[in-house]
């Protein structure tokens, strides 16, 4: 930021319409985002069947990050055997999971770009015939979605000692991550996931320490924040939150989170973004709806009123046009471009090079999201990046 403020006075700085999201951005005293712009965590299902990332995921993800993003979230890295949604999702639980990532971490230090490890707990949305042990919740409350596709699905309500062993699953996993070279994890506890459900008054129904209140349902994300800190101090946290289930006043609002906001600050997380659905309502983000804009845009609002460290969110941004925009109606600080990027992971580059005319836009059909659940799709695929093109015997229309 110094460095940017002392070109501007030198006058050796030109204004460019994308100034707003192609500056830095520091998370911390020791560590600056390049720029405003991410790739939010995404779930390809390209990795081997053992949860390994394959030579297909690292490639994928080498092309993002040397396509000019600030900062790079590898999605949805399954932090126990015991809980896994995708045969070939991506998983970090042992050493080889660990080294198999670390050709990104070197490469995000060539890109000048942050490379994090997303750690998910799937929970009742995990998949029960992936990992034959009835799944985790809050309440023993089932997600309906998975129990309509999986005939032996089943879910049960978590005893603390489930509690202390999902904790220490997540330690694990975070030194797995700073052993592969991460100096920056997410913790997922948005969209319905095992600690998104512990924040919302529709899966969490406890009456314990856990449960009973909005505050007494932060209990165990602050637990999990705790414990990672105290086991590797060195290794920075930040948050994907849920702050809408989607369901009215059954579920997660944005606010009944704002007021305990600061709490989760107050942890030492460098950074928080936003996100909206879960499982039963996942159609909110696919379907792009108008809806679904509107409710995203005014629960940031909401939760900025509160947020003090940098404030971000992911979804429907198709440009850094769009970028600008949204930096500049909902004052926040970060601004996912997860499939806007898989259709063009050239695109920001493209654009701060003015060949605009030269991008692939995202469709926002959503069909990625449905190639995750259809059997005849091998990986998620793109309507209009050459190289991951649907092939023709899929067809959504």
């Known amino acids: 930021m110094e460095k940017l403020n002392l070109l501007r006075r030198m006058g050796k700085y030109m204004a460019n319409e994308y100034d707003r999201v192609i500056e830095p951005l520091a998370l911390s005293n020791t560590m600056i985002l390049k720029n405003r712009l991410y ?3 995404m779930g390809i299902d390209v990795a081997d069947k053992d949860g390994t990332a394959s030579q297909e995921f690292i490639d994928f993800y080498l092309n993002i990050i040397a396509g000019g993003v600030g900062m790079v979230v590898l999605g949805n890295a399954s932090i126990h055997p015991t809980t896994r949604l995708h045969e070939k999702g991506l998983c970090l639980h042992n050493e080889t999971q660990a080294k198999a990532l670390s050709p990104l971490f070197v490469a995000g230090k060539k890109h000048g770009c942050k490379v994090v490890v997303q750690l998910q707990h799937y929970g009742a949305q995990g ?4 990992t034959g042990k009835p799944l985790l919740s809050p309440s023993g409350i089932a997600c309906k979605r998975m129990q309509a596709k999986e005939h032996d699905y089943q879910v049960s309500a978590m005893s603390q000692e489930d509690i202390n062993s999902v904790k220490q699953q997540f330690v694990i996993a975070a030194g797995l991550a700073k052993q592969a070279g991460a100096e920056l994890v997410q913790l997922q506890a948005s969209n319905g996931y095992l600690l998104s ?4 008054p529709y899966t969490n129904q406890r009456t314990d320490k856990y449960g009973g209140s909005e505050e007494s349902r932060f209990q165990l994300l602050l637990e999990v924040i705790q414990e990672i800190k105290a086991s590797h101090p060195e290794l920075g946290i930040c948050v994907r939150l849920g702050i809408d289930d989607g369901l009215g006043e059954a579920g997660q609002r944005p606010e009944l989170l704002s007021p305990y906001i600061r709490k989760l600050e107050a942890s030492g997380i460098y ?4 996100s909206v659905s879960i499982g039963e309502t996942f ?5 792009a709806t108008e809806e679904a804009k509107i409710r995203l845009a005014s629960g940031i609002s909401e939760i900025r009123k509160n947020c003090t460290i940098p404030l971000g969110f992911a979804g429907l941004i198709g440009s850094l046009e769009d970028a600008v925009r949204v930096r500049n109606e909902l004052q926040v600080d970060l601004v996912g471009m997860t499939r806007a990027l898989f259709a063009d992971n050239e695109l920001i580059n493209k654009s701060v090079s003015g060949r605009k005319s030269d991008i692939h836009f995202c469709k926002f059909d959503g069909h990625c999201f449905r190639d995750k659940s259809n059997p005849q799709a091998e990986r ?5 990046n050459p190289q991951y093109l649907r092939p023709s015997n899929i067809n959504y229309e």
Not at 127 to 130: A, C, G, K, Y
Not at 283 to 287: E, H, I, K, R
Not at 380 to 384: A, S, T
């Open 380 to 384: 998620v695929y793109c309507c209009v």
């Open 283 to 287: 159609s909110m983000l696919v379907d």
């Open 271 to 274: 950074a928080l973004t936003l």
């Open 127 to 130: 998949s029960m015939s992936l």
């Open 197 to 200: 459900s512990f924040l919302s």
């Open 39 to 41: 790739f939010a965590p």
